[in-house]
């Protein structure tokens, strides 16, 4: 997730960009730059880190001129250096970009044989070239050139584009990732969000997939790229500056569990081959005969991110057939463990930083295991010790308690043990095709489910004033009632214990009276019918229950005094709807309570100590 902005229009453009960009940090921090139309050339300057670090190098270098766009970065491919920042050249070309490009392969493959040397290894430096080489090759315009390039692209793009022979224009064009149009006086703008054109225009339209427009200072021309006009007026937009910053929620967080379709999209996007029921090997970054000959897999995480791996277990299990440990990575620094030559080592941390994780790591690999590190931070220093990486694509996560980092983690997960599968042949083409199908299918189930987040108000209404909540799951509803708890904890302060649910009976279940809720994490899975013996014990006891459910089960309905409905979907991707009425009823627990949501007390986003 990066940040991109633009502007065309009377006056000088630079400190425009960066006040814009300023706006959009929250999408991402890790290097900036900008692009300025003199009136004959094309200025580029880009700085690695924060913003602040640009602002110092346009003290150094001010730019002039009236048209130019801008990028803060999260890093997806390429690190986070000057190269790999933000505008990207080619020719008389500059881009900005927010997305991923799915087919950049075999597009950077294409044009190197065409003979064009890359200066960088992102993605978006492909879409530059393409562009230069539309305008030059076929002489066409700029906006035609765009629309050429894109039609050769297969992902995810929000891009402003901006070209030495055309000064008094911007082209942008979006796919899957967002982008804002503002009216100004005399003057157009152009954003990833609402906060970079606040401080200018409320008016605004919202450009839809599939569609490009070219911005000049007194009119906006859009069209699809099919080239079909589009004729849609502004909105006037009715925002706070401060709501904007958060899209418009009330905190993060909750921002965060409503990204969650997008942020699972932008880790499935370009690595699964659904045709063949297969991941795309070079995205997994494990030589296919290691896969293949793993003689176990070691899990090693800290909090939420060992929630994840717990599934993580049940899946390589299940559809590869490796023997999987988990470990607590603070744990692992604590023994003294053995590791061999043929131990996958999985090391899970949305942060890439968790100095216990890092510790596992270093452990497993003096003795010789090959780790792999599934992180959403690129190039921070787990993946960098790893022999492997596969990064989720969550985007910046603020809010300190985990939510968007959790299900990304999960869908890396689940690919992972379809390619371990596939490679291992303990799962065939069509289960692996089956399950994939299932994984693509969760954002939208994902939405349905983010669509009804009002009604969880209600019950959390009815745990406020609960001392202790008690969550239990089986299976893979194990891991989600830990993070059930975890959430709860963390933001509301209320005492909260995950439990498996057949542990119940060996002592949780001296809890259990009238006044203590159990959430219960009940999908219509290969595990119902013992879950929902659990539940009549609870029940048997006055105990009060508020259950996860499968949408259509009277039976569960019967029981409990609260039901929040989920679709019906394949077991293996459960976790990854089971966890979000969890995740909305800790918010709304705390909402009610009033703590501080996105900076709980005595907690860190990363946490780089012992
Ligand atoms: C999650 O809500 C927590 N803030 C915390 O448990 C976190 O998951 C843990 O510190 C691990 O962080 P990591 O994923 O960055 O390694």
Redesign the pocket.
Known sequence: MCGIVGYIGPKACAPILLEGLRKLEYRGYDSAGLAVHDGKHIEVVRAVGKLGNLSDALDKHPMKGTLGIGHTRWATHGRPNEVNAHPHVAGGVAVVHNGIIENHLALRHDLEQQGVKFLSDTDTEIVAHLIDRARRTSKLELFDAVRRALQQVQGAYAIAVICETAPDTIVVAKSASPLVIGFGQGEVLCGSDIPALLAHTRDMIFLEDGELAELRPDKVRIETLEGKPVDRPAKRIDWSPVMAERGGFKHFMLKEIHEQPRAVEDTLRGRINLTGGDIHGTEIGLPPEFARDTGRVYFV???????ATIAGRYWIEQLARIPAVVEL?SEVRCRDPVFTPNDLVVA???????A??LAAVRAAKAQGAKVLAI???LDSA?PRVADAALYTHAGPEIG????K??TT?LAALLMLAVYLGRRRGTLDETRARDVLQALVEVPNHMRHVLAQAPYLLGIAKRIVHAPDVLFLGRGLGFPIALEGA??LK?ISYIHAEGYAAGEMKHGPIALIDESTPVVVVCPKDALYDKVLSNVQEVRAREGRVFAVATNGDSVIADLAEHLFLIPEVRDEVLPLLTVLPLQLLAYHVADLKGTDIDQPRN?????TVE
């Open positions: 995480a800290c909090g939420t991110s060992h929630h990575a899970v941390s949305q942060s890439g930083e968790t216990d994780t992180a959403n931070v787990i300190v308690a985990s939510t980092c959790f983690q975890l959430k963390e907690l860190a986003k990363t946490v």
